[in-house]
């Protein structure tokens, strides 16, 4: 079970980048996005199921949108209005397991992909 993430990179305050992590081995159900900004613990950037449930981090509430193809076992983040703050090495999680609402099980990682937002 594998995950790769795609799609970092530099861009300046006010642009758009999206990631996309792609999913092997196995369905994963719930997927999403941390971010680990230098010298700060890994924080949830958003989440989302199988089914097309969405949890976002307040900070990046109506900037970010995460969407999903389960065709191609595949997460996305769209990231607009970036500012220097997002800066952060992004990673992609994937579950395999839920039950309800509530995901199960081992949480995978994928490799960390670099976004940099300058002023």
């Known amino acids: 079970v594998q995950l790769q993430a795609f799609g970092g990179g530099l861009v300046q305050a006010g642009g758009s980048l999206r990631l996309s992590c792609v999913g092997s081995g196995s369905s994963f159900n719930a997927m999403g996005w941390y971010r680990q900004a230098h010298g700060q613990q890994r924080r949830t950037v958003a989440s989302?199921?199988?089914?097309?449930?969405?949890v976002y981090a307040e900070s990046v509430k109506g900037r970010f949108t995460i969407s999903r193809d389960n065709a191609k076992n595949t997460v996305y983040l769209q990231m607009n209005s970036l500012k220097p703050e997002d800066t952060a090495v992004y990673y992609c999680f994937g579950y395999l397991d839920m039950i309800g609402q509530r995901a199960v099980g081992p949480r995978h990682w994928g490799q960390g992909t670099q976004v940099t937002v300058s002023s």
């Open positions: 989302i199921t199988s089914g097309g449930s969405t």
